[in-house]
């Protein structure tokens, strides 16, 4: 793979950051964009912008198909079965937030239990924290090892007659750990437990296949897969859409208004309420032709050689202690340099042109259980290359330097 | 910009040994200040006599260099000053930070203007501003017994 070609397709490398060649180690928090996605979005609204499955005139019809054409898209991309199993969302986070509140309004009742895991973001433990609030259940979490890994004996062992819904994350967002999801499943499948997946870390980095997996929800966050913000998927099994009552309401989600009564259709569109961030998910059809033309497998294995080169090399320097030691594992690196706090450890690091995350990730329960309040993480794309891992140390060092380590 | 205008000597020394970094026997006001963008956390402990002036003041926490040197510098510069004074530290400590570059108190020695002026550099880092003041926002907090924490979000 020609990671300099790839790297090319993406204009924000042509900056200059801090005077400096940037060093994008963020993707786990934001990928950056290829021209294609840039482009198609001007030119949708150059030439064929008007609102969806509204109006009759031409240029509706145009944007509608664009928009839906991206929906069978994505369908193909995850293997979903129906395309009505495609609903579009803002982010992950709604995706998550629409299940919890319609599966939790329907089927959760005082007492019940709810799983999660140690590792999760906070966007996949908040809205079941509204719904334990609110219907008096209970949120058990299985435990992560100090490897930051959770074994799937440890969710095994949680669950019982009450347990509703296992909501587990694919890869973790701090350790990188790959949580053995079709395992899960078939563990679930046994008791006819539902299991969502927050998939935020799956989508961009392994090649998921919704019929293979079989989960019964899957939560994708589009801006992560070199796509527009604004853009999130959530994957519903057809036999859930059918049974769980709509999200929000408004237009365009009805069927039959009445002053006594209304009516709603099927998904996807019961789940699209109001006006859609059409543009966005128009320019995420040219994410997915990126990502289908480099490819997902070479994508793979691709980060798996910089990543364990970045592992390798970061380990040498031992005032650096990394987060985590998982078995299977994504392109994410936590970490904790002695004596520097992470914030400190980002800005120095920015002046010298990489960008890292320095912070709790939104999970401050994990940081909690791996007895750090903060750490630094470097996260890698596609377009990460052994250079750029060579320039995180350096820069690793200068910190070590500043601080008279 | 060099990074080591923001670490300047005097900052990373209050930031690695930071001063009044305890909690005090005796205080009659207190409060704690959180930054959810970065989870600082700050406990400011504090002594203020009824002649309104700052007898004793320390502070408790966890963050970055830059907001653990603050809430050093802090408390080093206050203590002992009347809370009117403090006061016009304190606005002039975030005017620096906001404004001008330099500090413009009669009342403070040229060793405590030094020190109070290795924070300048955080001027240039509008992220870490808030690093910064976090501290000062939190002994505001206390001083003026406002309820709640003191939120840099808020
Ligand atoms: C594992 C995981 N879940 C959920 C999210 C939330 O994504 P978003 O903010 O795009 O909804 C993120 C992104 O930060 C994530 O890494």
């Keep these: ?405 | 910009m060099d990074i080591k205008e923001l670490y300047q000597e005097i900052v990373l020394d209050h930031g690695k040994n930071p001063r009044n970094k305890n909690k005090l026997k005796s205080f009659n006001k207190e409060a704690k200040g959180h930054n959810p963008l970065c989870g600082d956390k700050i406990h400011i402990f504090l002594k203020l006599d009824n002649d309104k002036k700052v007898e004793d003041i320390s502070f408790e926490g966890e963050g970055c260099a830059i907001s653990i040197a603050s809430a050093s510098i802090m408390t080093e510069t206050i203590k002992g000053k009347e809370f009117n004074v403090a006061k016009k530290i304190l606005e002039n400590f975030l005017n620096m930070l906001k404004e001008s570059s330099k500090l413009r108190i009669n009342s403070l020695s040229e060793d405590e203007n030094t020190t109070m002026m290795s924070l300048s550099g955080v001027k240039r880092f509008p992220m870490r501003v808030k690093c910064a003041t976090l501290a000062w926002h939190t002994f505001m907090h206390a001083a003026e017994e406002k309820k709640g924490t003191a939120n840099t979000e808020k």
């Design chain 1, 1 to 405: 793979m020609d990671i300099k070609e790839i790297k090319s397709k993406f204009p924000i490398f042509k900056n200059k950051i801090n005077g400096k060649k940037l060093i994008y180690l963020d993707s786990a928090n934001s990928s950056q964009k290829p021209k294609t996605v840039i482009d198609r979005i001007s030119k949708f609204y150059s030439k064929e912008f008007s609102n969806i499955g509204r109006s009759v005139h031409s240029l509706a019809v145009t944007a509608t198909n664009r928009f839906e054409e991206t929906r069978d898209m994505m369908q193909k991309f995850i293997n979903a079965k129906h395309r009505e199993e495609i609903i579009f969302t803002k982010n992950a986070t709604e995706a998550i937030n629409l299940i919890a509140s319609t599966y939790g309004d329907k089927f959760i009742k005082e007492g019940d239990e709810i799983i999660i895991t140690e590792l999760e973001h906070h966007a996949n433990y908040v809205p079941w924290h509204f719904i334990r609030q609110k219907k008096g259940a209970i949120i058990k979490f299985a435990k992560c090892n100090d490897k930051g890994e959770v074994e799937i004996d440890e969710i095994k062992k949680l669950i019982t007659n009450k347990t509703k819904i296992i909501a587990i994350t694919h890869l973790s967002n701090v350790t990188g750990a790959i949580m053995p999801i079709k395992k899960i499943v078939d563990l679930a499948n046994e008791k006819k437990i539902p299991v969502l997946v927050d998939g935020c870390q799956g989508a961009p980095h392994l090649k998921i296949d919704m019929q293979e997996l079989g989960c019964d929800f899957y939560a994708i966050s589009c801006h992560k897969m070199y796509g527009p913000t604004g853009v999130g998927v959530l994957y519903a099994k057809k036999k859930w859409l059918d049974v769980l009552p709509p999200y929000q309401g408004g237009g365009g989600m009805i069927e039959e208004v009445k002053k006594d009564h209304i009516t709603f259709p099927g998904s996807p569109t019961k789940y699209e309420a109001g006006t859609l961030q059409t543009a966005e998910v128009v320019g995420f059809s040219e994410s997915l032709k990126f990502i289908e033309d480099v490819g997902i497998k070479n994508i793979m294995e691709h980060e798996k050689e910089i990543l364990e080169y970045g592992l390798d090399e970061i380990k040498k320097n031992n005032s650096v202690k990394i987060i985590g030691d998982p078995k299977v594992r994504g392109s994410i690196i936590s970490f904790t340099i002695k004596g520097i706090h992470p914030h400190d450890i980002a800005t120095i690091l920015d002046e010298d042109g990489v960008a890292i995350r320095a912070g709790h990730h939104c999970c401050q329960i994990l940081h909690e259980k791996m007895g750090v309040v903060a750490s630094a993480r470097a996260s890698l794309g596609v377009y990460n290359s052994k250079e750029d891992i060579d320039a995180l140390s350096n820069a690793i060092k200068k910190c070590n330097k500043v601080f008279n380590n």
